[in-house]
């Protein structure tokens, strides 16, 4: 024992240089390591989804921000950053890393304890209205979560509430109230506190106004609580975001959310209805309200607004314009979630538990009861197959028959002559409101993001039943099957090579996206994307360490 010491310092020192050697300069030694090339998932101009290798793209000044305030946080305690080559990681998270993505992650996040979900392929998953709802108080969109709150990431101004006529609330302005918002401003930032007074701005660019006529019920309280998210939040929002987003559009083409199905339905029975229930109170209650009224106390974070179950209004179905969906449409939409906003994918709740929730979920209306409104669902034919004059077949609709720019922007028509309006922003698009008065923005196609599902014959059963509860009304009368096809396919062509996540273009070549849009060019999946260097398919085999894109 006379020189145990000195062992142990010399073995310390050498376990140390052992460590440094292996994990730093080996390591370093990897081709992967010096690369931020990976597979990404991109429409091409005819609307198809397939897969290229392309470079990943660095954190913008925000997502750098608030990678440092995730850092800061703690986060990184919890969740980790890496899709593992193991059984099941792939059908729950998503596409298995690659080293690309880490290309500009210094220091690296990948993590080993999982006491939160891996957030890998968070990116996009919710919409940043969840998020903001989650770091102030996480038990309001997942009401089992044992992740703490960040209530120091809001600005908080308390204001009192006055009635005017005895009747209507409205907002006493105050110092606190002039320094976060901007009053010069004409416009009106529209606030819907919850039943608990609390109530969050996403804007400060305007006047903050009570809009509590909109509300299910009358609001009872004289004081309200505003949440507006700091720069630090805004930027960890952000980071969070684009977590998973050097991939593409993968989650339009991740299996387990592919789901078709319309026409089934289970009788409803007690026993399904009292599994519903504890589904819908452990999952959706805080968004949803206990009353099913889409008055939880979340809501107030979310813009669209969570859907009101009383009225038995629902979006996305393949019944007609007025109809209610059937249980399939239902179990579609849970499954799937509802992209760009809070509504986010539930395929890994086992199949049993969304099933019972529907049924649930019918309680909270009489509507289900009545004859009246239960119609067969539409026959959705097979696609026509892709082909550049079936896209500018759509865009000469979408100006003429369709007149689609009023809400959505682009292409149209002033004065009868040619005019290209912003996307999303069309002459009527400050106009539109839902059926319970809330405002409504229209979607803006060049980003990719299709509430309704991401493939033509989900823009097509769009386009034949519209929208229920919406300004989106259906075109099965005004446009022919084959009219609805090309305008189906024109939509999905405006986000060609687009990243979905900032907006922007990819850096294609023409050659790269020509051989991409080639009907005959199959990509099954990120294991055979196509090559821009040898403008072909690489495959990838299980004995190459490409094949994972990983050192395995």
Known sequence: MRYARTV???????????????????????????????????????????????EASDYTELEQLGRRVYIREGCWYCHSQYVRPVAGEEQRWGPLSQAGE????????????????????????????WHYAHYWNPRLVVPDSTMPAFPWLFHQIRAQVRRENGDTPVLVENAALRQVFNYDSDKEILLFPNPEGLTFARETDGKPVLATHLLPEPFTKDEVTILVPTQELRGLVAYVQKLGMNRGQWRDLFEPQRLFVSELSIPASPEWIEAGKEVYLRRCVGCHGEKGDGNGPAATFMDPRPRNFKDAVFKFRVTPSGALPTDGDLFRTLTRGIRGTAMPSWHELPEKDRWAVIQYIKTFSPFWE???????????????????????????????????????????????????YPWGAGPSADELQDDWGFPI??????RGIFKSGPTVADIFRTMTTGLNGTPMPAFSDSLSEEERWAISYYLLSLSAYTDTLHHAKLDLPPAVQAALDAPALQTPSWRMAFDPETMRVRVATPTSRSSLGIAE
Not at 389 to 417: F, M, N, S
Not at 441 to 446: A, G, K
């Open 370 to 420: 009545e004859p009246f409104g239960k119609e067969p669902p539409i026959l959705i034919p097979e696609p026509p197959p892709p082909s550049p004059e079936l896209v500018a077949r759509g865009q000469e609709i979408y100006v003429t028959k369709g007149r689609c720019w009023q809400c959505h922007g682009g292409p149209g028509l002033k004065d009868d002559q040619p005019y290209t």
């Open 102 to 129: 880490y290309a500009f992650d210094l220091p690296h996040l990948f993590g080993t304890r999982r006491i939160g979900p891996d957030l890998t392929r968070v990116g996009l998953k919710y919409g940043d209205d």
């Open 8 to 54: 142990s310092v010399i073995a310390g020192f050498g376990f140390i240089t052992l460590a440094l050697f292996i994990q730093g300069f080996l390591s370093a030694l990897i081709p992967e390591t010096r690369q931020a090339a990976t597979t990404v998932a991109v429409r091409t101009n005819l609307g198809e989804l397939k897969w290229v290798w392309h």
């Open 441 to 446: 923005r229209p979607t803006d196609f060049t």
